[in-house]
C-alpha cells in the first residue's frame, strides 16, 4: 500500500516512510526520521530529529517525538531516539532525544502515553507501560517492562522502575521502586505489593504470596537494607528464575535506594 501523505503537511524530502504510512495535515516529518510500516501521524504532530518509529505506532495531535533534550549538558551533534512498535502516543505527549550525540532515548513495544505525559532525555524504557496523562520521566529513568505510572506522577532522573511496578497518581518518586510492588505518596514509598496488576499479568498465587512475604520482609520487618536481604536469601528460596531472585537482583544494584 502506498505512503498517504496530507497536502498540508510537510515531509522533508530525506525522511524515510514505510509502507501504508499516513501523515494527516499540519504534521512536520524531519529530515532525519525513519518511520515503519502502518504508522499514523495524525494532524498538528510533530516528529523530529534523529528518530526510529518501528512499525504500527500511532501518534495523536499535537504530540512532538524527538524534540531536543532539555539537559543544558547538551553540547551538539544528533543524539538519538529509538522507538519499538505498536506504541500509542496521545495528545501532546512529548518524547526527546538523549543529550550526548553519541547516545539514544529507548522506548520498546505496545506502550501507551496518555496525553500530556513527558519521557525526558536518555530514558530507557521497555514494553507495555502504560503511563498516564501529566505524569513525567526524568532523564535517564530506566523503565522494565509491564509498568504502570499513574496520573501526575513525577519521577526523578536515573530512577529505575523494576517489571510490573506501579507508581500511584500524584506521587513523587525519588528512589527506585523494585519489580512487583505499588508506591504512592510525595516523596513515594512502596506501600504494598501490586496485587492488582499481578492477578490481571496472570501471576500464580503461589508468585503473589512469595512477594508478599519478600514486601513484608523488606518494608516491615525492624531490618535495614542489607540485613533484609540477607534474610531473604537465608530464609527462602532464590533460584534464579523465581520472582524473589528479581527481587534481590533488584534491590542490590540500586544506586538510589529504593522507595
Given at each position: 500500500?502506498?505512503?498517504?501523505?496530507?497536502?498540508?503537511?510537510?515531509?522533508?524530502?530525506?525522511?524515510?516512510?514505510?509502507?501504508?504510512?499516513?501523515?494527516?495535515?499540519?504534521?512536520?516529518?524531519?529530515?532525519?526520521?525513519?518511520?515503519?510500516?502502518?504508522?499514523?501521524?495524525?494532524?498538528?504532530?510533530?516528529?523530529?530529529?534523529?528518530?526510529?518509529?518501528?512499525?504500527?505506532?500511532?501518534?495523536?495531535?499535537?504530540?512532538?517525538?524527538?524534540?531536543?533534550?532539555?539537559?543544558?549538558?547538551?553540547?551538539?551533534?544528533?543524539?538519538?531516539?529509538?522507538?519499538?512498535?505498536?506504541?500509542?502516543?496521545?495528545?501532546?505527549?512529548?518524547?526527546?532525544?538523549?543529550?550526548?550525540?553519541?547516545?539514544?532515548?529507548?522506548?520498546?513495544?505496545?506502550?501507551?502515553?496518555?496525553?500530556?505525559?513527558?519521557?525526558?532525555?536518555?530514558?530507557?524504557?521497555?514494553?507495555?507501560?502504560?503511563?498516564?496523562?501529566?505524569?513525567?520521566?526524568?532523564g535517564h529513568v530506566e523503565v522494565e517492562n509491564n509498568v504502570n505510572i499513574g496520573w501526575g506522577a513525577g519521577v526523578h532522573q536515573?530512577?529505575?522502575?523494576?517489571r510490573h511496578c506501579m507508581v500511584s497518581a500524584c506521587s513523587k518518586l525519588v528512589q527506585d521502586v523494585p519489580p512487583f510492588m505499588?508506591?504512592?505518596?510525595?516523596?513515594?514509598?512502596?506501600?504494598?505489593?501490586?496485587?492488582?496488576?499481578?492477578?490481571?499479568?496472570?501471576?500464580?498465587?503461589?508468585?503473589?504470596?512469595?512477594?508478599?512475604?519478600?514486601?513484608?520482609?523488606?518494608?516491615?520487618?525492624?531490618?535495614?537494607?542489607?540485613?533484609?536481604?540477607?534474610?531473604?536469601?537465608?530464609?527462602?528460596?532464590?533460584?534464579?528464575?523465581?520472582?524473589?531472585?528479581?527481587?534481590?537482583?533488584?534491590?542490590?544494584?540500586?544506586?538510589?535506594?529504593?522507595?
Amino acid at each position: 500500500m502506498s505512503v498517504k501523505i496530507h497536502p498540508q503537511a510537510i515531509v522533508e524530502t530525506s525522511a524515510q516512510l514505510g509502507v501504508d504510512v499516513e501523515v494527516g495535515p499540519f504534521c512536520y516529518i524531519g529530515g532525519g526520521v525513519e518511520i515503519g510500516d502502518h504508522t499514523r501521524v495524525l494532524h498538528h504532530a510533530t516528529v523530529e530529529g534523529k528518530v526510529t518509529l518501528g512499525m504500527g505506532n500511532t501518534i495523536f495531535p499535537y504530540a512532538l517525538i524527538g524534540g531536543l533534550t532539555h539537559d543544558l549538558k547538551y553540547q551538539g551533534g544528533e543524539p538519538g531516539l529509538t522507538i519499538g512498535d505498536n506504541n500509542i502516543f496521545r495528545e501532546y505527549v512529548t518524547a526527546h532525544v538523549a543529550t550526548k550525540a553519541e547516545d539514544f532515548t529507548t522506548i520498546g513495544s505496545n506502550n501507551v502515553f496518555l496525553a500530556y505525559s513527558h519521557v525526558a532525555h536518555d530514558c530507557q524504557i521497555g514494553d507495555y507501560l502504560i503511563m498516564s496523562s501529566h505524569s513525567a520521566l526524568g532523564g535517564h529513568v530506566e523503565v522494565e517492562n509491564n509498568v504502570n505510572i499513574g496520573w501526575g506522577a513525577g519521577v526523578h532522573q536515573f530512577c529505575r522502575l523494576g517489571r510490573h511496578c506501579m507508581v500511584s497518581a500524584c506521587s513523587k518518586l525519588v528512589q527506585d521502586v523494585p519489580p512487583f510492588m505499588l508506591a504512592d505518596g510525595s516523596p513515594a514509598d512502596v506501600r504494598a505489593i501490586n496485587k492488582v496488576g499481578l492477578e490481571r499479568a496472570g501471576f500464580e498465587y503461589s508468585e503473589i504470596e512469595l512477594i508478599r512475604a519478600a514486601f513484608k520482609v523488606l518494608y516491615r520487618k525492624d531490618l535495614n537494607r542489607s540485613q533484609a536481604l540477607q534474610y531473604l536469601e537465608e530464609n527462602f528460596t532464590t533460584d534464579s528464575d523465581t520472582v524473589l531472585s528479581e527481587i534481590i537482583s533488584f534491590a542490590r544494584a540500586s544506586s538510589r535506594g529504593m522507595a
